[in-house]
């Protein structure tokens, strides 16, 4: 497995109710969710159907494929450290940690993978990265390496190693060593704010993402991730001033819409919430959590027959979605309701 494959970007614990209310006001209790976005380096361009694997205790548990816009996502899943994989013939390996958190009411978990092409294996290789119809982000990884001082490179070499065997304490000694070397190494930089956050650090991981942003001012990625940070803290306006500087880069990102959305709905913006939630679904009509979410924020608001519609199209859409058994029994208890004649 080549190091640079493996590029780690923070779990993002999106702290946003799934409410989907019952007939009786009763909070329908969800289980946790990962949230997957998946681009390719130096870019925002989702790669073609990429299979991800998720894993749990060593063992495969589940797989699905991005959709168009590189979003995927797994659900219903239990308080548990969860390993999300990406092994595909034109990218390195990606094995990155998402830990859903048992005292969380409603967690979801957000990765951002970043997809390295593997490096070509063919002796004396033309360069045809200016090409015709070639892919400006589909670089050599070797590249990329040659940035960085060997000694940088082994100890986030070293780092890597200890994140994929559940050494957090290790991995954040390595990766710390790596960016005492190489202070502009961005990718130990991002590891090493990960590996804070996942420790629930986040004077340390804001610290990095911030370094992060630095070193990376046209990746919206960063952006976005550094937002998260500051809403896990309560610090809404900047997480405001983050996601408007990523959403200003890519600002027909499914994941930065969504991002706003919840942010909106945290700071009683709803109509704007609205607004965003719906942009969400408009880049990306299969992320089934934008869709929860604007079902939610309509209950919310009293808006029952926006609810009813809104669960339709959910249905229609997303049949084979693993919400789809719950989004059926909110339905059918809406449609259930007495319908209120006013006086």
Do not use: W
Not at 75 to 99: F, M, S, T
Not at 129 to 147: L, Q, W
């Amino acid at each position: 497995m080549t190091v640079y494959g493996s590029r780690r970007f923070p779990s993002l614990h999106l702290l946003f109710f799934l409410l989907l209310l019952c007939a009786n006001g009763t909070a329908q209790q969800i289980e946790g969710n990962i949230i997957g976005h998946m681009r390719v380096l130096r870019g925002d361009t989702p790669p073609e159907r990429v299979m991800v694997t998720l894993e749990v205790r060593g063992a495969p548990m589940d797989s699905t494929y991005c959709d168009s816009s590189g979003t995927f996502g797994f659900h219903n899943l239990g308080p548990n450290p969860y390993y999300v994989l990406v092994n595909d013939d034109k990218y390195e390996p990606i094995r990155q940690l998402a830990v859903i958190d048992a005292t969380s009411m409603s967690p979801t978990v957000f990765v951002d993978l970043v997809l390295i092409p593997k490096k070509k294996t063919e002796p004396d290789s033309p360069d045809t990265s200016d090409a015709k119809g070639s892919n400006p982000d589909m670089i050599d990884v070797r590249e990329y390496a040659s940035r960085f001082p060997k000694k940088a490179v082994k100890e986030f070499e070293k780092g890597l190693s200890s994140d994929a065997a559940a050494k957090p304490d290790d991995a954040i000694r390595h990766y710390q060593k790596a960016v005492d070397i190489a202070p502009d190494f961005y990718l130990a930089h991002n590891n090493l704010g990960s590996a804070y956050q996942n420790k629930s650090d986040f004077p340390d991981a804001i610290k990095e993402f911030e370094r992060v942003v630095q070193l990376n001012q046209s990746d919206a990625a960063a952006y976005f991730n550094l937002s998260n940070v500051y809403m896990l803290t309560g610090k809404l306006l900047e997480a405001q001033q983050y996601l408007n500087e990523g959403l200003r880069r890519q600002p027909d990102s499914a994941l930065g819409q969504f991002l706003l959305g919840s942010l909106n709905i945290k700071l009683n913006r709803l109509p704007l919430a609205e607004m965003a939630l719906l942009r969400a679904i408009a880049l990306s009509p299969t992320m089934a959590q934008a869709r929860l979410q604007l079902v939610n924020l309509f209950l919310q608001q009293g808006r029952k027959d926006a609810a009813i519609a809104q669960l339709r199209e959910f249905l229609d859409k997303l049949p084979d979605n693993p919400y789809s058994l719950q989004a059926k029994q909110v339905l059918q208890k809406l449609r259930a309701q007495p319908q209120v004649t006013p006086n």
